[in-house]
Structure formats: structure tokens, C-alpha cells
């Protein structure tokens, strides 16, 4: 073989050789490549999502912050990262957060393995003017192969509004629109856990009904936005006269209801029916008319009077009607046919 062929033959093999490097190298650039391309699509829908996308390390230190932040708390991403958790949240969504995060991160491998990969929460977050928005946080956890997390990943979505749609929903549900005192359904079930509160603890309670003496008359001369506005006034001067732990209600029309938990003497159920009658004897001032109106008031004490709610509001009801008949602007606790209790401690 001359030398000619041998140099021949020694390249085909070097080629041979290298072809298979070759194609290795090229297969490498094009997966850098494709991995280039897919870090900037994923980087560039997280740069311009509404929603804030976020991630932190497990010892809650931001790592990343979505541009979008701006948007939803006024700080930007470089800063929103600078700020601790604790710094983040309010104090209650952060404690809300930090117990989900401890459940997460202590449950064994293949338990986790087994829950939905998300968990949901509505937090309270600072914004940089010193208001706070509501928030509904998805979070999850990146994990190694063998299943142990080692980074949080977080998508943050603002519910303002549909906050403010159920505050809208349960005022309109649990709260007279006139007075925005509680209404007969919200105070029902403040009786009724009252009452239960009561038999647990062997306490007691007052239930007192109110009646407006000749409402009806202010409504015909005054007109009813006038009328409407003197109910208002007698919600505020009722809540003005009592203690915080007290329930005053606006159940219709011209009545309300007040619940005096914790009282064990009929002498201060007394001494409170006997302050309210007075505050009713000063006028309202209602659109520069100065209006007199009088209260008709009926009692109900638990548990002599009844050991349910609906019985305590029966009796309190028929003892107004009593306080009606025998002249108005005056309170009993008793219906006509029965006996007052003596006013005594118990």
C-alpha cells in the first residue's frame, strides 16, 4: 500500500472517528439552544401576567418577584424581594401562611406525594402606601426526585373586589340598610349563641324589646326620609348607652331588640331598662326639627323567663305590649297575668 492510500485510509477513520463528537456537539448547542428560547417565553409570561409570580427559598427569602407586583403593591419586583415575609404580610395572614408552609414541609415524602399539588389562601398583604390589598395566594412546592421540597413557588391574584362583593352580601343579609344596626337574622343567632353560652356557664342573660310610642306619627307629618333618619338616631343613642359585649338590633319597622349577655341581677337589668326610658325623655335632633318620641319597653331575663330564644323573645314581646297598654314610655318584664320577679340577685 502506498502512501498515498495510507493517508487515504487514515482519514476516513479519523473522520469516522469525529462524526459521532460532531453530532453530540451540534445536539448539545441545539438543546442549549431550545432551553435559551424556553427560559425566555417562561421569563417573558411571567414579566407580563396580571397575576404576581413569585418564588422563595425554605427559609422564606424571596428569590423572585414578578414586574406585575408594581401593579398590585406599588413596589417593584427588586424591592418587593428585599422585604421579609413578616414585612409582607399582616400579622394574621402571616402567621395563616407560615402554619401551611410548616404543615407542608413536615409531612413525610410520600404523603406529599399524594395531595393536590397546590394549596390556596386569601392573605392580607402591605402595599408601599401603607393600605393593604386581599390577595388569593396558590402556592406549591418544586421538589427534588426523591420528593423533598427545595424551593416555594407562589402565584398571587388580588380579590379586592370579590372581597368587597361579600362584605356587600353579607350587609345586605346580616344588617338592617336603614340603621346598619344587625337585623332579626343576625340578632337571632347572637340570642341564640348567647343562650347557649348561658347554659354552659350557668350565666345570665336580658332580652329587651323596644317599641317606638307613635312612630307612625313622624312618618305622616315629617315624611319618611325624615322618620328614616330619627331611626337612625335612636340605633346610635341605644349603642351609645350600653357596653361593647351588647347587641343592639333593628328588627323592623319601628323595633329593635337589645341582648344584655352576662347579667345575673335583676336589679342592673333593672337600672338598664330605667336608662334607656330616660334617654328616650331628651328629643332628637333630626334636620334642625327637634322630634319627642318615647319608648314602650319589654324584658325577658334568662332563664326565668324562658331557656330558648324564641321563648325569651315572646316574653320580652308580650311584656311590650303590656308596657303599651298601661300608658306607653314605661318597661315591665312581665305579660299581663303574671307576677315580676323580685328584684333580686340570683
Not at 487514515?10 to 473522520?15: I, P, T
Not at 395572614?93 to 407560615?98: D, E, G, I, N, R
Not at 343576625?186 to 348561658?198: G, N, P
Not at 349577655?261 to 331598662?273: E, K, L, Q, R
Request: aromatic share 6%.
Amino acid at each position: 500500500m502506498d502512501a498515498e492510500s495510507k493517508t487515504r485510509e487514515q482519514l476516513a477513520k479519523e473522520l469516522a472517528e469525529t462524526r459521532p463528537r460532531v453530532a453530540e456537539l451540534l445536539y448539545l448547542e441545539n438543546a442549549c439552544e431550545e432551553l435559551r428560547k424556553s427560559e425566555m417565553r417562561y421569563r417573558s409570561l411571567a414579566d407580563n401576567v396580571s397575576d404576581v409570580i413569585w418564588a422563595m427559598d425554605l427559609d422564606l427569602a424571596f428569590t423572585y418577584y414578578s414586574p406585575s407586583v408594581a401593579q398590585l403593591r406599588g413596589y417593584t419586583a427588586e424591592q418587593a424581594m428585599a422585604k421579609t415575609l413578616q414585612e409582607t404580610l399582616t400579622p394574621a395572614s402571616y402567621h395563616v401562611l407560615v402554619e401551611a408552609l410548616e404543615e407542608e414541609m413536615s409531612m413525610e415524602i410520600g404523603e406529599s406525594r399524594n395531595r393536590p399539588g397546590t394549596r390556596t389562601l386569601e392573605l392580607e398583604e402591605y402595599c408601599e402606601d401603607g393600605s393593604t390589598v386581599w390577595v388569593e395566594v396558590k402556592i406549591s412546592f418544586l421538589r427534588d426526585e426523591a420528593g423533598r421540597p427545595i424551593e416555594i413557588l407562589g402565584v398571587t391574584r388580588n380579590i379586592t373586589q370579590r372581597k368587597e362583593n361579600e362584605a356587600t352580601i353579607k350587609q345586605l343579609a346580616f344588617f338592617d340598610q336603614v340603621t346598619g344596626l344587625p337585623n332579626r337574622v343576625l340578632f337571632k343567632d347572637r340570642l341564640s349563641m348567647a343562650v347557649l353560652s348561658a347554659a354552659r356557664n350557668k350565666d345570665g342573660l336580658a332580652l329587651m324589646m323596644v317599641d317606638l310610642d307613635r312612630f307612625k306619627s313622624v312618618n305622616d307629618t315629617f315624611g319618611h326620609a325624615v322618620g328614616d333618619q330619627l331611626l337612625r338616631a335612636v340605633g346610635e343613642r341605644l349603642r351609645n348607652l350600653l357596653r361593647s359585649s351588647d347587641t343592639v338590633s333593628r328588627i323592623g319597622g319601628d323595633e329593635y331588640m337589645v341582648l344584655l349577655p352576662g347579667i345575673n341581677d335583676f336589679g342592673d337589668v333593672a337600672v338598664v331598662a330605667n336608662k334607656i326610658t330616660a334617654a328616650f325623655q331628651e328629643s332628637f335632633v333630626v334636620r334642625a326639627q327637634r322630634l319627642s318620641v318615647t319608648a314602650s319597653i319589654g324584658v325577658g331575663v334568662y332563664p326565668e323567663h324562658g331557656t330558648t330564644a324564641e321563648a325569651l323573645i315572646e316574653h320580652a314581646d308580650m311584656a311590650m305590649y303590656r308596657a303599651k297598654g298601661l300608658g306607653r314610655n314605661i318597661w315591665q318584664w312581665s305579660p299581663a297575668g303574671t307576677e315580676a320577679p323580685e328584684i333580686m340577685s340570683r
